[in-house]
Nanobody
Framework: VQLQASGGGLVQPGDSLRLSCALS????????AGWFRQAPGKGREGIAC???????YYADSVKGRFTVSTDNTKSTVYLQINSLKPEDTAVYYC???????????????????WGQGTLVTVSS
């Protein structure tokens, strides 16, 4: 299993970005994946996590601004980020875990395959 995250960059407050996470090597139709971020000097936190047949999880800090989605034809998980704030500056990671029916996890420790991260910097 491999994950490749992309789409980060330097943006201004209020801008939007779409991060992509391309997955290969496993059955995409039975998916448990998450987007995490790690701000400078802070720990890694789950911000948007999905699992098949289960409503997604969003951290309070991103609800209403971030949307996680999938494209099965491209085996890709997306994170649409709107209304970016300086406090959104972080390295963003995607990760997968073995799916558990009816359960979506936001815990870093539950995910066992990680992409390399993509940096998002929000600054005017």
């Amino acid at each position: 299993v491999q994950l490749q995250a992309s789409g980060g960059g330097l943006v201004q407050p209020g801008d939007s970005l779409r991060l992509s996470c391309a997955l290969s090597g496993f059955a995409f139709e039975d998916l448990a994946a998450g987007w995490f971020r790690q701000a400078p000097g802070k720990g890694r936190e789950g911000i948007a996590c999905i699992s098949s047949h289960t409503p997604p999880y969003y951290a309070d800090s991103v609800k209403g601004r971030f949307t996680v989605s999938t494209d099965n034809t491209k085996s890709t998980v997306y994170l649409q980020i709107n209304s970016l704030k300086p406090e959104d500056t972080a390295v963003y990671y995607c990760a997968t875990r073995p799916p558990v029916s009816g359960f979506v996890s936001r815990s870093v420790n539950d995910y066992d395959v990680w992409g390399q991260g993509t940096l998002v910097t929000v600054s005017s």
